[in-house]
């Protein structure tokens, strides 16, 4: 397992842009793929989106295609989450995740969880 340690979260206005980083500890981080979810307040948490470790494919759920990437930089133990055009629908709490084995969008793929930053858009 990793640790996960993240930052940049905070409040934007809508349509504004946000980054997020996870840093992972530990000197496998290339090998795990890395996601991303979100849990607004009285909701379940959700998938937002995934980087696998060996091609970098990427997925995302509906809502944020065209909008979010996720990206990695296996240099800086590293993983991303641009977030632009942010609207009413995407506050909540962020939570990065590592997969040691496959991925997907279940949370159960996922064993280690960063502590998830706040995310708030103004309207």
């Known amino acids: 397992q990793v640790q996960l340690v993240e930052s940049g979260g905070g409040l934007v206005q809508a349509g504004g842009s946000l980054r997020l980083s996870c840093a992972a500890s530990g000197r496998s981080f290339r090998r795990y793929a890395m996601g991303w979810f979100r849990q607004a307040p009285g909701k379940e948490r959700d998938f937002v989106a995934y980087?696998?470790?060996?091609?970098?494919?990427?997925y995302y759920t509906d809502s944020v295609k065209g909008r979010f990437t996720i990206s990695r930089d296996n240099a800086k133990n590293t993983v991303y989450l641009q977030m632009n055009s942010l609207n009413p629908e995407d506050p909540g709490v962020y939570y990065c995740?590592?997969?040691?084995?496959?991925?997907?969008?279940?949370?159960?793929?996922?064993?280690?969880w960063g502590q998830g930053p706040p995310v708030t858009v103004s309207s």
């Open positions: 995740a590592s997969c040691s084995y496959g991925v997907g969008e279940a949370s159960a793929w996922y064993d280690s």
């Open positions: 980087i696998s470790w060996s091609t970098g494919t990427t």
